[in-house]
């Protein structure tokens, strides 16, 4: 498995149809918590994006993840950048 640092870039003009979405989005993103898909996520302070860390076989199969997250059909995401991670230290090195 490959881990993937995933940083959505919100479009400005959506925080109602992001705040609609949020709950949905956060029970997605429990759910792949629970089975070890998602490693750790979060928004930026200024609430511009987040930060995603996935674990996935490779990017076709990341890629397939994100198109299922209720924020991806609430249209709230204006930008996204995936770089493959290696985590060398701390908390999540043993996912590398």
Known sequence: MTVFAVEYVYDA???????????????WTAALAEEGVLLASGPYGDGAGALLIFKAADENALNDILKQD??????????TRTTEWAPVTGLLADHA
């Open 13 to 27: 003009e959506s925080s109602e149809a992001r705040s609609a979405s949020r709950p949905s989005h956060r029970e």
């Open 70 to 79: 209720p924020f991806a059909s609430a249209g709230v995401i204006s930008g």
